[in-house]
């Protein structure tokens, strides 16, 4: 029983370190020729000492998005700056040796904390003190030489992530929605099943779970959307994306508004459910809405990701027909009545109209 539980340990702890999906190739790329580029242009610097600070730099600040690399470049910057200052006089005042070396760690985690420096400005700092004072003299001179090197390095770095081929995360955040809109249109599949009491069909306990998962991956849809929108900003080639992220966040709102109800109604469907509920004629028409919802979700929000702009298809709205109300028996009338509020609302928004 011990000997089963390492491999799930190991496993588990490999997780922790690996992601879920590899950096771009070209993202790969641009780091390689920004850490380059820097060794190169820093080791014209009249100095005895390996161009190391601009190199990490330059690894450090190629992120995913141009908006975020310059936020690294200030952080760094002021890391190192800060870091750098405070060897120097650590130096000064105390000399070289290891027990210097760790005061100025030490010092340097303290002042990030003082200072309340983001935790990538925090990291930089101690590591700073702690390069140049391993590394080299605390001298003022050797100390504006590492400060000139990483300015060098951020700036290589930036300029290489901001002019070739600034990422913009469009498939992911596409994959996202489409997911959401696909798990949309199989929850009032599953839930018209339900209603009608197909066989094979799920209890109404556990739809509600399912629907109910429809929330992470929403709120996952929305973070992918803000990432594509922040990787926007300071892109030079801005425009040409802006059209299609908008398209992709009115999809995402509209998919939201789509939701709610559908949630509502599940859970209607578990509070009011009962053996007699299936054998309503109402139901059977509800069901058959359901259905055509679930068409129109994928006709608007599904099929016109996945076609070729060559092509066309017919993505009208099959929902367009009202229902012919029958009164129903017993107590079901309030459950029928909640469904049928709740797919007008769809309805509203499936067919553009204003039902927000």
């Known amino acids: 029983m011990r000997g089963s539980r390492v491999p799930a340990r190991l496993r588990s702890l490999a997780d922790t370190v690996r992601a879920q999906r590899r950096v771009s190739p070209l993202q790969m ?102 390069l140049v004072l391993a590394l080299g003299a605390a001298s003022p001179t050797y100390s504006v030489e590492r400060i000139v090197e990483t300015v060098i390095g951020a700036i290589i770095a930036f300029v290489i992530n901001a002019l070739i081929v600034p990422p913009v995360p469009l498939e992911d955040t596409k994959r996202e929605i489409l997911t959401l809109a696909e798990e949309t249109a199989r929850s009032f599949e599953r839930l018209a099943d339900a209603s009608i009491g197909r066989k094979g069909s799920e209890k109404p306990g556990l739809l509600l779970v399912e629907v109910r998962l429809l929330r992470p991956m929403q709120e996952r849809a929305d973070e992918a959307v803000l990432a594509a929108e922040e990787s926007l900003a300071l892109n030079p080639f801005a425009r040409r994306y802006r059209p299609r992220i ?29 053996d007699e509920l299936t054998s309503e004629p109402m139901m059977r028409e509800i069901a058959i809405e359901m259905r055509r919802i679930a068409h129109d979700i994928r006709m608007r929000f599904v099929t016109p990701h996945e076609i070729g702009p060559e092509e066309s298809v017919d993505t009208k709205p099959l929902l367009t027909t009202p229902l012919i109300m029958a009164a129903p028996s017993g107590v079901h009338w309030m459950l029928i009545g909640s469904l049928l509020e709740d797919l007008r609302r769809v309805h509203g928004v499936v067919v553009g109209e204003d039902e927000r």
Not at 261 to 268: D, E, H, S, V, Y
Request: proline content about 5%.
């Open 246 to 274: 908008s398209a992709m966040r009115d999809s995402l709102d509209e998919l939201a508004h789509i939701t709610v109800p559908l949630i509502g109604m599940t859970r209607a469907f578990r509070d009011h459910y009962d």
């Open 29 to 130: 790329l641009k780091t390689s020729i920004a850490a380059v580029l820097s060794w190169m242009v820093a080791g014209l610097l009249p100095s005895d000492q390996p161009p190391i600070f601009a190199v990490i730099a330059a690894i450090i600040i190629v992120a995913p998005s141009v908006n975020q690399s310059l936020a690294k470049v200030f952080e760094r910057t002021l890391g190192v700056l800060l870091g750098v200052v405070l060897a120097m006089g650590v130096g000064l005042l105390f000399g070289q040796g290891t027990w210097v070396i760790l005061l100025a760690v030490v010092l340097s985690v303290v002042v990030a904390w003082a200072l309340r420096l983001s935790v990538a400005a925090g990291n930089q700092l101690p590591i700073s003190a702690m």
